[in-house]
Nanobody, 121 residues
Framework: QVQLVESGGGLVQPGGSLRLSCAAS????????MGWYRQAPGKERELVAT???????NYVASVKGRFTISRDNAKNTVYLQMNSLKPEETAVYFC???????????????WGRGTQVTVSS
């Protein structure tokens, strides 16, 4: 079993900052990609940022320069530092991982349950 536990969501004023964390635990053998998606009310889930085990990052255009994704490979944890937040970025933020787990190194794709981020004055 592999579990993801997210934390760090909450209410923040426009222009404020939040830092999300997501820790993966269980019979993980390796994690290649870690990332964050978000889903606003009435909208489809969209990719926010990803990071590979080598540290290569990818961001949706709308967050470039304001969000930073990072990871601690020793802790199987991914972070998302979000600065200059906008009201339209209110959403549930989900982390996800892609890798291998278990004795047989089975393919792993797992989503977290999500953490609410609300940007409002």
């Amino acid at each position: 079993q592999v579990q993801l536990v997210e934390s760090g969501g909450g209410l923040v004023q426009p222009g404020g900052s939040l830092r999300l964390s997501c820790a993966a635990s269980g019979s993980i053998r390796s994690i290649n990609v870690m990332g964050w998606y978000r889903q606003a009310p009435g909208k489809e889930r969209e990719l926010v940022a990803t990071i590979t085990s080598a540290g290569s990052t990818n961001y949706v255009a709308s967050v470039k320069g304001r969000f930073t994704i990072s990871r601690d490979n020793a802790k199987n944890t991914v972070y998302l530092q979000m600065n200059s937040l906008k009201p339209e970025e209110t959403a549930v933020y989900f982390c996800y991982v892609v890798g291998l787990y278990g004795i047989e190194r089975s393919p792993l794709t797992r989503w977290g349950r999500g953490t609410q981020v609300t940007v409002s004055s």
